[in-house]
């Protein structure tokens, strides 16, 4: 019994000696891919800067930030160490509101930004109607008809004689008005008897019986999404053209915010996912009236690339260390996106324009693009979902009908996180801001729009709501989440640190500041694209900060934003966009 007893006392302290040695002996380090130093690392957590002096990079995700002594036992024979040499490092920038499916369908359009009338936006458009082919339809894209010295878009005689018989489509830079020659319309099936939809109109001639050629909204849409589709090589080069101007802005997580502007839109996202042409992430959201066909789509894809004996679906996501099953090929269907209201001309108030846009008369207070009804069922369906609801809104009215649809699904469903996204939230009350911060909404801010449409805003919706429109500081001051965003191509090129210099200084074009009490910091302005951009897309688990465990998403810029003069943000230049510790640009 006394020698059982000892052979047992024996066997526990051999257990212990064994497990204190082990306990004695430190873990082998992991050794990492690649280590940064020498320069800012920004890591974007919490309410004020916090610099580190080191980030070690392993297997496409973020190993180590801290101090560059303890960063030395990841370094092995193989580790590419990085000297920054005064630069900066910080989080990769997060599209918020943008369209980038539609950006690189526009790279193969006219560039109508800056035309100073009428036969210079013909001339353009002349020399792409060599470009285009036979079969395809003549577009253009980027002109603001108040900025022309006309003060309006062309008419059906006018894009007529850049073609008679071809289709000739042209966009103003917001993306909500246009206008058509007269084969456009043919081809569309359109005439002045065409009833105008919901949210839209054609305008017509004084005698009502023949189409004038401007269009507006839904009717827009209407004829915008009988454009022939994009297929084969085009598809390609639409989706790996804007991938490649989205990584030379410093993203790497881009948006296309209203996936169906164009009938080809889905084809063009479904061939990307197939060949794995993107390089840094897409989030969708499907346009409202397609939600359908969009998520009929995405059900495919999944099924597609469900696990399978053959091992596909884990060969696709390989390259994501996080494993995150929401992408696809990089792509993920995260939302839903409703237009409630207009631009900056026909934005939906609860009070008149101070100065009517060209072309209005009597008492103008815009129109919404939508009715209750519909929003409210999608609240309905989708509020209890994984899928968020993006809502564009720049009137206080459109605001208004938005916070509206969530209190039914509030009171139908309950409280959940669903994040819905206040799309621009350009002019909004005092009493909206406290509904937003109780149903936990996220508003994302079209800064860059300050410096092309401040001044109009000032003059059509009056100095009152323009020094509250877009309200930055003041769900600062309150503690509340915000976003800064591009929208491009709405703003010609998606720039992250313009619309951050924007927010910052508010200078509109004329050299007016919009809103001066509305201006931000810039540790502010640079959360609204980094780790407040990752909590909008539900996505703050694996992205925006620079934390052990998240992906390495960086971004390298020649100057730290928060020691330069507020007034060049702008110019900072990135010189490295690195995705998942894979480098996808480098200047």
């Known amino acids: 019994m006394m020698f059982s007893k000892l052979v047992h006392l024996h066997s526990f302290l051999s257990v212990v000696v064994v497990s204190l040695v082990s306990l004695a002996e430190p873990a082998v380090a992991q050794i990492a891919d690649t280590v940064y130093s020498g320069g800012d690392i920004l890591t974007m957590r919490g309410d004020a800067a916090e610099y580190a002096e080191s980030l070690a990079v392993r297997n496409g995700t973020i190993l180590f930030i801290g101090p560059a002594s303890d960063v030395k036992k990841h370094v092995g024979p193989a580790t590419k160490t990085v000297d920054l040499a005064g630069t900066t490092l910080l989080p990769g920038f ?16 006219a560039n109508l930004f800056g035309v100073t009338g009428i036969p210079d936006l013909i001339e353009r458009m002349k020399k792409q109607a060599h470009r285009t082919p036979a079969d395809g339809w003549i577009v253009g894209f980027g002109y603001q008809a108040r900025g022309m010295k006309e003060g309006r878009p062309p008419t059906v005689e006018e894009l007529d004689a850049i073609s008679a018989d071809r289709p000739v489509m042209i966009v103003d830079s917001s993306g909500h008005l246009g206008a058509g020659n007269s084969a456009v319309f043919r081809a569309a099936g359109i005439s002045a008897a065409t009833p105008d939809p919901k949210g839209g109109s054609f305008a017509r001639k004084a005698n009502g019986t023949s189409l004038l050629g401007p269009m507006e909204e839904t009717a827009l849409n209407a004829v915008r999404s009988k454009r022939p589709p994009f297929t084969g090589q085009l598809a390609d080069d639409a ?26 839109d889905i084809g063009i996202v479904v061939n990307a996912i197939d060949k794995q042409l993107l390089p840094i992430d897409l989030y969708v959201a499907a346009k409202d009236s397609n939600v359908d066909d969009t998520v009929a789509a995405a059900y495919n894809v999944s099924s597609q690339y469900n696990p399978k004996p053959d091992g596909t679906r884990e060969k696709l996501l390989a390259d994501r260390p996080d494993l995150d099953t929401r992408y696809v090929n990089r792509v993920r269907l995260g939302g839903i996106k409703f237009w409630l209201d207009g631009s900056i001309d026909t934005a939906w108030f609860t009070q008149p324009y101070a100065t ?47 916070l509206a649809a969530i209190a039914k699904a509030v009171k139908k469903h309950g409280m959940r996180d669903h994040r819905p996204v206040f799309v621009h939230a350009s002019y909004l009350r005092p009493e ?10 996220v508003p994302s801010f079209l800064t860059a729009s300050v410096v092309p449409g401040g001044d109009g805003v000032l003059k059509l919706w009056g100095k009152d709501r323009a020094a509250v429109a877009l309200p930055a500081r003041t769900f600062l ?59 909008q897309l539900k996505e703050e688990a694996t992205k925006g900060t620079l934390e052990a465990g998240k992906l390495a998403d960086l971004v390298i810029l020649e100057k730290n934003p928060l020691k330069v003069e507020p007034l060049t943000i702008k110019d900072i230049r990135v010189l490295q966009t690195i995705k998942e510790g894979k480098t996808v640009y480098e200047r």
């Open 94 to 109: 997060i599209d918020t509101h943008g369209h980038m499916v539609y950006f690189g369908k526009n790279l193969v359009d």
């Open 239 to 264: 989706i790996t053209g804007a991938a490649k101007v989205w990584a030379s802005h410093g993203h790497t997580t881009a948006m296309e915010a209203g996936l169906g502007l164009g009938n080809d």
């Open 356 to 402: 009517n846009p060209p072309g209005r008369s009597g008492v103008f207070s815009g129109y919404r693009q939508i009715p209750d009804a519909v929003l409210d069922a999608a609240f309905d369906t989708y509020w209890p979902t994984n899928l968020q609801i993006h809502m564009h809104m720049n009137g206080d009215a459109a605001a208004d009908q938005a």
């Open 432 to 441: 909206q801001i406290e509904k937003i911060k109780s149903y936990g909404a």
């Open 477 to 535: 001051r309150m503690g509340l989440p915000f976003t800064f965003s591009h929208d491009a191509p709405v703003s010609p090129v998606p720039s992250i640190l313009a619309l951050v210099d924007a927010g910052v200084n508010r200078t509109a074009s004329s050299g007016v500041v919009v809103g001066p009490d509305e201006r931000v910091p810039p540790y502010a302005a640079l959360r609204a694209v980094t780790a407040l951009a990752a909590y």
